[in-house]
T-cell receptor, first 115, second 113 residues
Framework: DTGVSQDPRHKITKRGQNVTFRCDPI?????LYWYRQTLGQGPEFLTY????????KSRLLSDRFSAERPKGSFSTLEIQRTEQGDSAMYLC?????????????FGPGTRLTVL | AQKITQTQPGMFVQEKEAVTLDCTYD???????LFWYKQPSSGEMIFLIY??????QNATEGRYSLNFQKARKSANLVISASQLGDSAMYFC??????????FGQGTELSVKP
């Protein structure tokens, strides 16, 4: 069984540009989460989907951020008009929700650098 | 609000010795889950171990065990027989509402040969 994959692994962009990241979860997992991790900190929750429905968005997710999971499989996270403060590692995780014990498995992350 | 606190920014351990990484948590929920993840320098978060709040036994997974003390709200990770490959950041996390994870600041473990 393949794990969670993310693409690209690294992205360097100029301030003001738009970027899009992709996450492919473990195939049978119905939940998909996005987190952001800045240097020296633990990951912070951004948003999550159950199947194709986006069920929760963090206050960290400004209007410049949008996420989709159109067919309940892969997900994309888009950042419009990037700012230097957006530089971080963006982590995707997936799980199969059952009762209270679903474990989230993470992908390798996309490291974004905004110049 | 739920919170995870890891008070050890960095730890050193000699190869083959055991080490304990501290984690305390705060929640008003009766039912919750606690996790430990390892993050090597490559960046990927690797799941290590899970403890449910109603689990009576401390969780174990190979060389990893979780010392769960519910009354003290602590969930310390014990790594036995440390190996050089254990050098990494370790994060304690709690499942919050909706299933999202709330992470601590992490502890950087260095294993010395």
């Amino acid at each position: 069984d393949t794990g969670v994959s993310q693409d690209p692994r690294h992205k360097i962009t100029k301030r003001g540009q738009n970027v899009t990241f992709r996450c492919d979860p473990i195939s049978e997992h119905n939940r998909l989460y996005w987190y952001r991790q800045t240097l020296g900190q633990g990951p912070e929750f951004l948003t999550y989907f159950q199947n194709e429905a986006q069920l929760e968005k963090s206050r960290l997710l400004s209007d410049r951020f949008s996420a989709e999971r159109p067919k309940g499989s892969f997900s994309t996270l888009e950042i419009q008009r990037t700012e230097q403060g957006d530089s971080a590692m963006y982590l995707c995780a997936s799980s199969f929700a059952r009762a209270f014990t679903d474990t989230q498995y993470f992908g390798p992350g996309t490291r974004l650098t905004v110049l | 609000a739920q919170k995870i606190t890891q008070t050890q920014p960095g730890m050193f351990v000699q190869e083959k010795e055991a080490v304990t990484l501290d984690c305390t948590y705060d929640t008003s929920d009766q039912s919750y889950g606690l996790f430990w993840y390892k993050q090597p320098s490559s960046g990927e978060m690797i799941f290590l171990i899970y403890q449910g709040s109603y689990d009576e036994q401390n969780a174990t997974e190979g060389r990893y065990s979780l010392n769960f003390q519910k009354a003290r709200k602590s969930a310390n990770l014990v790594i036995s027989a440390s190996q050089l490959g254990d050098s990494a950041m370790y994060f304690c996390a709690m499942r919050g509402g909706g299933g999202k994870l709330i992470f601590g600041q992490g502890t950087e473990l260095s294993v010395k040969p």
